[in-house]
């Protein structure tokens, strides 16, 4: 009997939703759409405005005929504390848990009591010894954060199955956990920030997140050329950075911004080839609704000297010939909801 999980992506500028179905070892898709979120939504505390929001991620998930009430969903890179600790000698379990709850004060810049902390073991050698270590990934999530969603998913008539991050839901779409991919650093080009993770091994060793995302891209062409916001938005998305489009000048005015994205995946990549040498990033995938900009990923390679790919987070699903091209046009855009409805526990 097939198994189903819905991955639901509610982000600032749209909400997506993605339905799969397990059968044996595979998934299949079974529907999937998007939905522009209504403003100020989920930034906003007003429950007036998380009503809205609910209302529209009803109406998303009537218009794709899923049913099911139980969904995994994301919280944004933005809005959680995330780090890798590496400069644990062997721990056991219990010893861990005081001492994550130690390192967590240096990187949380609120009081414990106001954060769900939750951490997963990367490394832990197998016995205690001179260079034995243990390396954690350490997510903090704000309590007031995850009561707003969980109030969402409550208007909406849904119940949650699980709440993780966007950018472990991307890792497991986009890299997943094969241990023979090559290291690998996940840009998610959002609205409001630009979200980095490093992967190697099918884990996620760093992470990063900046709050230079799409709309300063188009604050950045408004201003230049006098458009108005909309306006601004379509040259974004049909000349982006193609330097040969309208005598470059759209390239001009988005450049220094994106050179600001560019440089951080470069300081993300040094960081991490110092860190662990004898696996350096070898390729860089873009994810999110910014990850389609004409020109993007030859500007990137140029950039930051490596193979430049968009995401594909359906490599590894079946799905019907009929859906193929569609789902290849919006593939980087659905990354996340997809990686959530990949998640198997």
Known sequence: MSKTTVGLDIGFSSIKVVSLSKEGDH??????GSIPSPRPGIVSDTEEDLENLANAIKRLLQATGINEKEVIMALPESKVFTRVIDDLPYLTDDELSSAIRYAAEEFIPMPLLDVNLNWQVLVRSETRGKDTKTVVLVIASPKHEVAKYMRVLELAGLRPKALETEIIAVARSLVGSNPFS????????GAQTTDFAAVSKGLIWFTRSISTGGMVLTRSL?????????????????????????????FEALKPVMDIIAGEGKR??????????????????????????PGLVIYLANMLGLEVQEADPWFSIIKDKAMAPKLAQDASFYSVAAGLALRED
């Open 268 to 293: 993300v990549i040094q960081a991490f080839a110092t860190k662990y040498p004898q696996s350096p990033i070898k390729r860089v995938v873009l994810s999110g609704g910014g990850a389609k900009m």
């Open 27 to 32: 998934f299949k898709i079974n529907s999937l």
């Open 182 to 189: 090559p290291s690998t650093l996940i840009m998610q080009l």
């Open 222 to 250: 408004a201003q230049h050329f006098n458009f108005e916001v909309n306006q601004a938005e379509q040259y974004k998305k049909i000349y982006g950075l193609l330097e040969d489009q309208l005598e470059g000048k759209v």
